[in-house]
Nanobody
């Protein structure tokens, strides 16, 4: 199983970026995006079910970020709008056999596989 994240970059505050995570090898019950800022622990951003029908967001990104899934391409995207400097972090995608709202998944412990991170930098 491989997860390949892409789409990071440098953007000004208020701008947008779209991250994509391509999964290969098999499908999972849920997929998620997490982020880790310098000096901080990895934190939950958003999760989505395999079907795409169930999504869950951290309060800090609710209303600004949208997670989506393309089953045909086996990809998971994170559309990030109205970006803020505090969104600056390395973003990671993960895959889990658990529900997208399972406590272990939201805590980042339930992901069986992680992709390499992609850097997102938001300048003020």
């Amino acid at each position: 199983v491989q997860l390949q994240a892409s789409g990071g970059g440098l953007v000004q505050a208020g701008g947008s970026l779209r991250l994509s995570c391509a999964a290969s090898g098999r499908t999972f019950s849920s997929y998620g995006w997490f982020r880790q800022a310098p000096g901080k622990e990895r934190e939950f951003v958003a999760t989505i079910s395999w079907s795409g029908s169930s999504t869950y967001y951290a309060d800090s990104v609710k209303g600004r970020f949208t997670i989506s899934r393309d089953n045909a391409k086996n990809t998971v995207a994170l559309q990030m709008n109205s970006l803020k400097p505090e969104d600056t972090a390395v973003y990671y995608c993960g895959a889990s056999p658990l529900s997208p709202t399972a406590p272990a998944v939201l805590a980042g412990r339930g992901m069986n596989y992680w992709g390499k991170g992609t850097q997102v930098t938001v300048s003020s």
